[in-house]
Structures are given as structure tokens and as C-alpha cells.
């Protein structure tokens, strides 16, 4: 009989991200805070007598790489491999989350076919071992395995989880045309930073980079009792956030085209309390204290941009979402 195995893979933003430099080994250094959100793509693994992988996709397949390059596939082929898993596995995706938005959609397929083939392996691999495997995939990958608030380093695949944000109303916007590469956003910031190789003193930013997070993060958490009872002086204060904890690639990004001021400008303009690009774009993202601003943004927005409602996630949402 087959056995079929079911997840919802949740996108991401960076709430910051900030580039160190380029390494010797040709990536760059960075330091982040990835969030999940609650756009996702769902995922069904068909486990069946017989053999080999196959992969169907429905949903927002324009512009979907070649099979052969599908973090998803190339996730079920490494879990295969490493945990030796016998029979056909079919990946079925139904894609929501869009390609090429910076918001991890291939990077969290991956992760939730690693999740739900280590819950089928003959013997349960450690989650060490489904880590590893997760960094060898994409520098994403780890921190869309473990969910909800995480801090990464490296080259983003080196994973901390931070406590949890609250849920607060999101959303997501992008131009309809311009669309954005993340080796030409690398290439474009290494021009600008001619000769900017990491050293040992550079990796020191990371307390920097920290000390930052825990000033502006906490905005972001759910108010203690004390905070609630202190009624709308609180509300009027939280949250600050344009203290430092900015997107590295966003000055670049917004030259290509004048659609990224627009959005951006319209998004402050309705009362947004964040705005910023998340990874390298298309996608910009948008927190609200409250549905309704981020309802009324999404309707202004909706007819002249993509874009799409949500709100973030906690590590424990995310890993149920993974684990069904």
C-alpha cells in the first residue's frame, strides 16, 4: 500500500540582513533573522513499490526551474541516498509562495521533505545528521527546518533559534516585472565593496549584529501582562525598529526599478510599523500592529502590485506544519 506523507512548507522574511563581506571560499559572510510566515507551499510524498523520484507541481509554476534543479527533488534524492529509503517517492508541490520573491519557497520544500522522509526512514536519522543534509542544499534551508525566529550566520546556514515574535499581520509585495537575482545582487554589492574579504576581526560583527537584535526584537514579542495592562502609552511606543537592522541589499535593489520606492513609500504610508526588502527581493514586506491596516494596505496594494496576506509564524507552528 502507499504511504503518503503531508506538510505545509512555510515562505520566510529576513527581518535584517546584513553582509560582512566575501569569504576566501567565494560566499559571502552574513548575519540575519529569518522569520516564517504563513504563506506556503503544501507538499505530498507518495511512498510507493518500485523506484526512482518523481516530481509534480501545480500552482505558480511560471518561471519554475528545471526538475533536475529543484531543491525539493534533489532533497528527496539526498534523503534517499542518505537514509536508505526503498521504493518510488513521488513529490507532489502545490506552489503559493512566488519564485524569485526572496522568500525561501525552494529552500522551505526543502526542508519539509527532509522533515517528512526522516519520519519515514527505516531508522530515524538524528536531527544532526538532518541538518547536515539541509546545509548542503541551500544556505536557507536549515533555518526554514527549524522555523519560526532564527539568527544566521555564516553564510546564512549557520542556525540559532531566537524566541518567538508574535503573529503579527503581514504583508507581502513585489513588481509585477522586475525580477532579481541573487548572484547578480551578491555581485552587484561586491562591486560596490571592492577587495571587502572577511577576516577574523570582521566576524566579530556578529556581537554587533546581536546586540542590535536584542534591542529591536523584543518590540516584536508578545507584550507581558504589565506591557497589555499599560493600555495604548505602550502600543504608541512599539515598535522602533529603523534603529539599525536593515536590509544590506535594498539600496541596490530599488535601482532597478522605480516600482521598489513605490511600494515601499506606499507601504509606510499605510501605517506600516516595518517595511523592509526580505533576502535579496523582489519581495518587500510590510508588519502592522493591527489585520485590519494590513487589510486596507493589501487592498490599495493588490491592484497595481502582486502581493499577498500573511503573518509570522512561531518555531512551534512551523515544525507541526512539518510534521503532519
Same mark, same amino acid.
Given at each position: 500500500?502507499?504511504?503518503?506523507?503531508?506538510a505545509?512548507?512555510?515562505?520566510?522574511?529576513n &527581518?535584517?540582513l %546584513?553582509i560582512? *563581506?566575501?569569504?576566501p571560499?567565494?560566499?559571502?559572510?552574513?548575519r540575519?533573522?529569518?522569520?516564517?510566515?504563513?504563506?506556503?507551499d503544501a507538499?505530498?510524498?507518495? &511512498?510507493?513499490?518500485?523506484?526512482?523520484?518523481?516530481l509534480e507541481?501545480?500552482? @505558480?509554476?511560471?518561471?519554475?526551474? =528545471?526538475?533536475?534543479s529543484?531543491l525539493?527533488?534533489?532533497?528527496?534524492?539526498a534523503?534517499?541516498?542518505? $537514509?536508505?529509503?526503498? *521504493?518510488?517517492?513521488v513529490?507532489?508541490?502545490? %506552489?503559493?509562495?512566488?519564485?524569485?520573491?526572496?522568500?525561501?519557497?525552494?529552500s522551505?520544500d526543502a526542508a519539509?521533505? @527532509?522533515?517528512?522522509?526522516a519520519?519515514?526512514? =527505516?531508522r530515524?536519522?538524528?536531527?544532526?545528521?538532518?541538518?547536515?543534509l539541509a546545509?548542503?542544499l541551500?544556505?536557507? !534551508?536549515?533555518?526554514?527546518? @527549524?522555523?519560526g525566529?532564527?539568527?544566521g550566520?555564516g553564510?546564512?546556514?549557520?542556525?540559532?533559534?531566537?524566541?518567538? &515574535?508574535?503573529?503579527?499581520?503581514?504583508?507581502?509585495?513585489m =513588481?509585477?516585472?522586475?525580477?532579481v /537575482?541573487?548572484?547578480?545582487?551578491?555581485?552587484? $554589492?561586491?562591486?560596490?565593496?571592492? *577587495?571587502?574579504?572577511?577576516?577574523?576581526?570582521a +566576524?566579530?560583527?556578529?556581537?554587533?549584529?546581536? +546586540?542590535? !537584535?536584542?534591542?529591536v526584537?523584543?518590540?516584536?514579542?508578545?507584550?507581558?501582562?504589565?506591557?497589555r495592562?499599560?493600555?495604548?502609552?505602550s502600543?504608541?511606543?512599539?515598535?522602533?525598529v529603523?534603529?539599525?537592522?536593515?536590509?544590506?541589499f535594498?539600496?541596490? !535593489?530599488?535601482?532597478? /526599478?522605480?516600482?521598489?520606492?513605490?511600494?515601499?513609500?506606499? &507601504?509606510?504610508?499605510?501605517s506600516?510599523?516595518?517595511v /523592509?526588502?526580505?533576502? +535579496?527581493g523582489a519581495a518587500? #514586506?510590510?508588519? #502592522?500592529?493591527?489585520? %485590519?491596516?494590513?487589510?486596507?494596505?493589501?487592498?490599495?496594494?493588490?491592484d497595481?502590485?502582486?502581493s499577498?496576506?500573511?503573518r509570522?509564524?512561531?518555531?512551534?507552528e512551523?515544525?507541526?506544519?512539518?510534521? %503532519?
Amino acid at each position: 500500500m502507499p504511504r503518503r506523507l503531508r506538510a505545509r512548507a512555510f515562505a520566510k522574511v529576513n &527581518l535584517g540582513l %546584513k553582509i560582512v *563581506g566575501r569569504r576566501p571560499d567565494g560566499f559571502h559572510e552574513l548575519r540575519t533573522v529569518f522569520q516564517t510566515i504563513s504563506l506556503a507551499d503544501a507538499i505530498e510524498i507518495t &511512498l510507493a513499490p518500485g523506484s526512482g523520484l518523481r516530481l509534480e507541481v501545480t500552482g @505558480l509554476t511560471a518561471g519554475l526551474p =528545471p526538475e533536475a534543479s529543484n531543491l525539493a527533488l534533489r532533497a528527496a534524492e539526498a534523503a534517499r541516498d542518505a $537514509w536508505r529509503l526503498a *521504493g518510488q517517492i513521488v513529490v507532489r508541490l502545490d %506552489k503559493q509562495i512566488p519564485l524569485r520573491a526572496g522568500l525561501g519557497g525552494g529552500s522551505a520544500d526543502a526542508a519539509a521533505v @527532509l522533515r517528512l522522509l526522516a519520519q519515514a526512514a =527505516p531508522r530515524k536519522p538524528r536531527p544532526a545528521a538532518v541538518h547536515a543534509l539541509a546545509r548542503q542544499l541551500g544556505a536557507d !534551508v536549515p533555518a526554514l527546518l @527549524l522555523g519560526g525566529t532564527v539568527l544566521g550566520v555564516g553564510r546564512g546556514d549557520e542556525v540559532y533559534p531566537l524566541a518567538d &515574535l508574535a503573529p503579527w499581520p503581514c504583508l507581502l509585495a513585489m =513588481p509585477l516585472h522586475a525580477q532579481v /537575482s541573487t548572484p547578480a545582487a551578491f555581485a552587484a $554589492w561586491d562591486r560596490d565593496h571592492p *577587495g571587502n574579504l572577511t577576516s577574523a576581526a570582521a +566576524s566579530a560583527t556578529i556581537m554587533e549584529f546581536c +546586540s542590535l !537584535v536584542d534591542q529591536v526584537l523584543p518590540a516584536f514579542r508578545r507584550p507581558s501582562k504589565v506591557s497589555r495592562n499599560r493600555g495604548a502609552r505602550s502600543n504608541s511606543q512599539a515598535p522602533k525598529v529603523h534603529a539599525g537592522i536593515e536590509n544590506d541589499f535594498q539600496a541596490g !535593489v530599488f535601482s532597478l /526599478s522605480p516600482d521598489f520606492p513605490r511600494i515601499h513609500q506606499q &507601504l509606510w504610508r499605510a501605517s506600516a510599523a516595518w517595511v /523592509s526588502l526580505t533576502g +535579496s527581493g523582489a519581495a518587500q #514586506f510590510a508588519l #502592522f500592529r493591527q489585520a %485590519k491596516l494590513a487589510a486596507q494596505a493589501w487592498t490599495q496594494l493588490r491592484d497595481r502590485f502582486p502581493s499577498w496576506r500573511a503573518r509570522l509564524v512561531s518555531r512551534a507552528e512551523a515544525q507541526r506544519a512539518l510534521q %503532519k
